[in-house]
């Protein structure tokens, strides 16, 4: 068994994704549960995978279980009417930036894993492991493109490695906590108009747009959170759950490079050193589940995500320069979920589910970066156990999102984060499908 597990884990790791998903949270974390939209994941509604949501589901399944998944996730974020001019202060006034205003979809199209590993030690003591990919996210832009000064290359992998416990003192009620150790990984690159900078400082011969150069941050980091929660019987046909995540603090730590810095620029910008401080949400769910026959369920879920504590992405150098800040100001979010299992037989499961999912992103503080839109969910699924022991689940989603548009302001001093990037914006046309399968098997 100890083979076979770090062969999982291993194989987890290796797939980790290179797109985001809502915001850049991925909620795509199990086939069984996506086939439902992920409706009652906090009340153990199907199985071992509700652990990423909540460990207190883990007495829920008897035995020794493992369950291996992914999902890929296709989507599309297509720029059109994109313009950019320089701040006020730079003469003449609103001079443009260059570049094309439509841009092809940025977005790379991952393959998210997830492995859970069940171990009922008795009936009220359980131990659970799971490998997942919370959060992930992926953008590129060529080098001309009009929004480069608010980003080029953005790449965040996440990790969560997290063992966990749980305890069914009563039938009725279970609870369970997780330690969770969260590896994070990020490389994110933008343009900087050296041309603008010196023109600001005075220095003679410098012309906004003329001494374009990149910026590349690489850097990585560990930090650890818990998750907790519990799941309560009302009756032998509903039951209630509740979890929760804590919130992670990541500095990534690593090193800042340029492709070039012009004379006499190059006295006081210099590769160094660096650190990025990311702020990763606290999540709350609940969830139930309600058998109103022997062949056919119902489900709801409710999520919070506290997207609030991600106000900034700030870049600290230390060679002394200032910082590198872009301001996000995201706002907490909901989603909503409801869904039904109808068990054709003993060998098949039908599962459809509805779900609605708020972005954090507002069109002051949108970047190119994260171009994220609110989401409707309509996801479709089948459980196939051809075998006592074996599940096979394939699910389907297909998420719909309106329009969106940047609407990124320089301001009118220097002290302002965005004066050096300028004035940008556009619209997005958002686009998102998903294919997600596992296997299941209890030993």
């Known amino acids: 068994m100890p083979k076979r597990l770090f062969t999982l884990l291993s194989l987890a790791l290796a797939l980790a994704p290179r797109a985001p998903a809502s915001g850049f949270q991925l909620r795509e974390q199990s086939a069984s549960e996506q086939g439902n939209a992920f409706a009652g994941a906090s009340a153990g509604a199907q199985d071992i995978s509700s652990m990423f949501w909540n460990p207190a589901t883990l007495p829920l399944f008897p035995g020794t279980q493992v369950s291996l998944g ?4 296709r989507a599309t974020m297509d720029l059109s009417g994109a313009s950019g001019t320089r701040a006020p202060g730079f003469q003449p006034a609103d001079q443009p930036i260059s570049g094309g205003p439509n841009l092809p979809n940025a977005v790379n199209q991952p393959v998210v894993p997830a492995l859970y590993v ?16 919370p959060f992930g996210l992926v953008t590129n832009y060529p080098g001309d493109f009009v929004g480069r000064y608010y980003g080029l290359e953005t790449n965040l992998k996440t990790y969560d490695i997290a063992p966990a416990v749980a305890w069914r003192p009563v039938d009725d009620w279970t609870f369970g906590v997780a330690l969770v150790a969260r590896r994070a990984e990020a490389t994110i690159s933008e343009g900087v108009d050296f041309g603008a900078i010196g023109n600001a400082l005075g220095v003679p011969g410098f012309v906004p747009g003329q001494s374009d150069q990149n910026a590349t941050l690489s850097g990585d980091a560990w930090a650890f959170g818990y998750k907790a929660g519990f799941t309560w019987a009302a009756t032998p046909a509903l039951r209630f759950g509740m979890g929760y995540q804590a919130q992670t603090n990541i500095d990534i730590k690593g090193s800042i490079g340029y492709t070039s810095v012009p004379a006499p620029l190059n006295a006081t910008i210099t590769d160094s050193a660096a650190q990025a401080k990311l702020n990763l949400p606290a999540c709350a769910s609940a969830g139930f589940t309600w058998t109103l026959t022997p062949a056919f369920s119902v489900q709801g879920e409710l999520a919070w995500t506290g997207w609030s504590a991600f106000k900034e992405l700030r870049v600290t150098f230390a060679s002394g320069q200032p910082d590198d800040v ?3 100001n995201w706002k907490d979010t909901m989603f909503y979920s409801l869904g039904g299992i109808w068990k054709v037989d003993p060998m098949w499961a039908v599962k459809a589910g509805l779900a609605y999912d708020r972005s954090p992103v507002s069109s002051q503080t949108r970047t190119p970066r994260i171009p994220d839109s609110d989401r409707t969910w309509i996801s479709a699924g089948v459980g196939w156990s051809p075998t006592d022991r074996t599940t096979v689940d394939f699910a389907f989603t297909q998420i719909f999102a309106p329009n969106v548009n940047l609407g990124l302001t320089s301001g009118n001093a220097q002290t302002d984060p965005n004066y050096f990037r300028g004035n940008l914006s556009g619209t997005y046309k958002v686009g998102i499908t998903i294919l997600a399968l596992s ?5």
């Open 70 to 73: 992914v999902s890929w996730i």
């Open 118 to 133: 069940d171990w009922s030690l008795d009936d009220q003591f359980s131990l659970g492991l799971s490998v997942n990919v």
């Open 439 to 443: 296997a299941r098997y209890q030993f």
């Open 326 to 328: 872009t301001e996000e």
